[in-house]
């Protein structure tokens, strides 16, 4: 069975542009978590989705968004980028909600 | 916050046992204890998880304390591959609670 996958791996964006991550889940499961891994910061819980439906979100401002589509594949969205956004962003699926994660590669985002 | 408390780093010899502690004094009765790994930049990776009893597969044992305030992860035969950051969590099962990550135990095996 494939793992998580995320698309793309490496991206450069400037300051004040927007930026769509994708990630498509192990086949069959229905919640995908996103995180934000900076070196000061650590690892950071951004958003869950489960059936389409964001079931829970962590401590990031608005310019953060994601969403879930009926196959369970998930895009999360910055907009009006900022330096501080530089990260690996991290997606993980699971068979059910609250369920064990399985994380991607994630997708290294560097904002000049 | 991460409701663990893990050592910053450690060493190990290749081909030797890897204990790592975890401290979770406040854990509840419906927390498991979760251990996750991140190689390099890459994703976590999940070890195991356990709720009161001794857990063991293919990759490691987990040793929870009877009064389950802290477990120790147990790598049998480090070796090289097994260098990377080892996340202690708590968190319930199911619902929606999310991981929450804490700065983890830096392992290194040396040769």
């Known amino acids: 069975k494939a793992g998580v996958t995320q698309t793309p791996r490496y991206l450069i964006k400037t300051r004040g542009q927007q930026v769509t991550l994708s990630c498509s889940p192990i086949s069959g499961h229905r919640s995908v978590s996103w995180y934000q891994q900076t070196p000061g910061q650590g690892l950071q819980f951004l958003f869950e989705?489960?059936?389409?439906?964001?079931?829970n979100k962590g401590n990031f401002p608005g310019r953060f968004s994601g969403r879930q589509f009926s196959n369970s594949r998930s895009e999360m969205n910055v907009s009006t980028l900022e330096l501080g956004d530089s990260a690996l962003y991290l997606c993980?699926?699971?068979?059910?909600?609250?369920?064990?994660?399985?994380f991607g590669p994630g997708t290294r985002l560097t904002v000049l | 916050d991460a409701k663990t408390t893990q050592p910053p780093s450690m060493d190990c010899a290749e081909g030797r046992a890897a204990n790592l502690p975890c401290n979770h004094s406040?854990?509840?009765?419906?927390?498991?204890v979760y251990w996750y790994r991140q190689i390099h930049s890459q994703g976590p990776q999940y070890i195991i998880h356990?709720?009161?009893n001794n857990e063991t597969n293919e990759m490691a044992s987990l040793i929870i304390t009877e009064d389950r305030k802290s477990s120790t992860l147990i790598l049998p035969h480090a070796t090289l591959r097994d260098t990377a950051v080892y996340y202690c969590?708590?968190?319930?099962?199911?619902?929606?609670?999310?991981?929450?990550f804490g700065k983890g135990t830096k392992l290194t095996v040396n040769p």
């Open positions: 356990g709720l009161k």
């Open positions: 993980a699926s699971s068979l059910e909600e609250g369920g064990r994660e399985y």
């Open positions: 969590i708590v968190r319930s099962q199911g619902g929606s609670e999310k991981l929450v």
């Open positions: 989705y489960f059936s389409e439906t964001q079931r």
């Open positions: 406040t854990i509840s009765g419906n927390e498991y």
